[in-house]
T-cell receptor, first 114, second 114 residues
Framework: GQQLNQSPQSMFIQEGEDVSMNCTSS?????WLWYKQDPGEGPVLLIA?????ELTSNGRLTAQFGITRKDSFLNISASIPSDVGIYFC??????????????FGTGTRLQVTL | DTEVTQTPKHLVMGMTNKKSLKCEQH?????MYWYKQKAKKPPELMFV???????INESVPSRFSPECPNSSLLNLHLHALQPEDSALYLC?????????????FGNGTRLTVT
């Protein structure tokens, strides 16, 4: 199925550094979601974006819904060891039925060193 | 703790076995989803139930049989699986027909087919 292009694929950073990752698509979405997944667990929702241009924060996390509706960005400030994991973006198409599908990005694996 | 509960957490089954995965949520969500996730890959959609009716089947082989007995429960019946079906199976739920209801995931069942 379709996947979104997410970059970088992986990154090693030092504790305290800021992190940026992004997600791009050839298609327009009307919702962007960012999830974090730890080993052996399901994805956990971090931030949901519903409007083009929207900038939303959740603690040290900030995400933006691109103005073209084809991209989204996630920033993590002052990273800590528990930020380690895989971050997935997901785009949701404008639905026509009673259920709608998410298209997931390929994931960014984040590793934080002390 | 996730509000979507999946059992069992781990399952090992032979290719001739019949087993079932279970998912339960009490958030009043009437759209429930099954996803399959291979290692280091994003989740892939399998099935969507909306108001207890199957609304999306992503061309999944018939050896996977979903069932939604009521608005809180979702099952995935497994029969004659192949080793390549080994994966993390994730259940998720949301409010259907609502663009601002993000998908909430359970912690998954780690399935190994021997």
């Amino acid at each position: 199925g379709q996947q979104l292009n997410q970059s970088p694929q992986s990154m090693f950073i030092q504790e305290g550094e800021d992190v940026s990752m992004n997600c791009t698509s050839s298609s327009i979405f009307n919702t962007w979601l960012w999830y974090k997944q730890d080993p052996g667990e399901g994805p956990v929702l971090l931030i949901a974006l519903y409007k083009a241009g929207e900038l939303t924060s959740n603690g040290r996390l900030t995400a933006q819904f691109g103005i073209t509706r084809k991209d989204s960005f996630l920033n993590i400030s002052a990273s800590i060891p528990s930020d380690v994991g895989i971050y997935f973006c997901a785009g949701q198409l404008r639905f026509t039925g009673t259920a709608s599908k998410l298209t997931f990005g390929t994931g960014t694996r984040l590793q934080v060193t002390l | 703790d996730t509000e979507v509960t999946q059992t069992p957490k781990h399952l090992v089954m032979g290719m001739t076995n019949k087993k079932s995965l279970k998912c339960e949520q009490h958030m009043g969500h009437r759209a429930m989803y099954w996803y399959k996730q291979k290692a280091k890959k994003p989740p892939e959609l399998m099935f969507v139930y909306s108001y207890e009716k199957l609304s999306i089947n992503e061309s999944v082989p018939s050896r996977f049989s979903p069932e939604c007995p009521n608005s809180s429960l979702l099952n995935l019946h497994l029969h004659a699986l192949q080793p390549e079906d080994s994966a993390l199976y994730l259940c998720a739920s949301r409010v259907p027909s609502s663009y601002n209801s993000p998908l909430h995931f359970g912690n998954g069942t780690r399935l190994t087919v021997t």
